[in-house]
């Protein structure tokens, strides 16, 4: 059990489950790059969080709910949360684009689920994920594989975070996605096996050894 004061974000494991190295330039050297994509991303997050709870056909619906778990380390604001008439939750998680070929997504809902579980003392079996190119939501199923996944997840952000080291990068199709890519450059160093070799290493030492810190 993590302390209330040292619970980490949960978007940062959605980042991590997307690229190590895009959660520690987040999250370590606090490098964000606004592009069309993440603003549309941020406008949508906003729209949703702005309205009002309402209570239609039996089914109580709550917006941009803080949530925090303990156990995982973890807390952040859920978009949608749906109340069934037993008082089940059901947590909906709103992206802009659509469904991607990594968990990224099912673990951020997972590790929201989670948290409202511990919060709320209720099981909660499944969720969805409402992708805003098909205008369509995605059933979710919380099994155990994803649970695992999820705890997994978290303690490897920890870790990553605590080391305070930013991973070199490894480039991949999911580059062409990254808002990060102009910061990261991954194709100059992975095409150049030599660089990408010299940049780990320093990336691995503290600074002053070999290397000198500008201003
Ligand atoms: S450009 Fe690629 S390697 Fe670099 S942070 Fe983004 S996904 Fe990771």
Redesign the pocket.
């Known amino acids: 059990m993590y302390p209330e004061s040292d619970l980490l974000p949960i978007s940062a494991l959605q980042h991590l489950a997307?690229?190590?190295?895009?959660c520690a330039?987040i999250h370590i050297e606090q490098v964000w790059t606004e592009n069309q994509f993440t603003a549309e991303g941020r406008a949508l997050h906003k729209r949703t969080h702005s309205q009002h709870a309402e209570t239609r056909g039996g089914v109580h619906t709550e917006r941009g709910m803080p949530v925090r778990s303990l156990e995982l380390g973890l807390a952040g604001m859920t978009d949608v949360v749906e109340f069934d008439e037993n008082g089940v939750p059901f947590p909906v998680e709103y992206k802009r684009g659509r469904p991607k070929k990594g968990k990224m997504d099912e673990i951020q809902l997972c590790a929201e689920a989670i948290c409202l579980e511990e919060m709320l003392g209720k099981a909660i079996p499944e969720g969805a994920l409402f992708y805003g190119k098909i205008k369509r939501r995605k059933t979710i199923r919380f099994d155990e594989e994803l649970r695992a996944l999820t705890r997994a997840g978290a303690l490897r952000l920890r870790e990553l975070l605590s080391s305070g080291t930013t991973p070199p990068?490894?480039?991949?199709a999911?580059?062409k996605?990254?808002?990060?890519?102009e910061?990261?450059?991954?194709k100059i160093f992975s095409r150049d096996k030599k660089v990408g070799l010299y940049v780990s290493r320093m990336l691995e030492k503290p600074i002053g050894e070999d290397t000198e810190a500008t201003e």
């Open positions: 997307f690229c190590e190295r895009q330039l990068p490894v480039y991949g999911k580059c996605r990254c808002s990060l890519i910061n990261c450059l991954p």
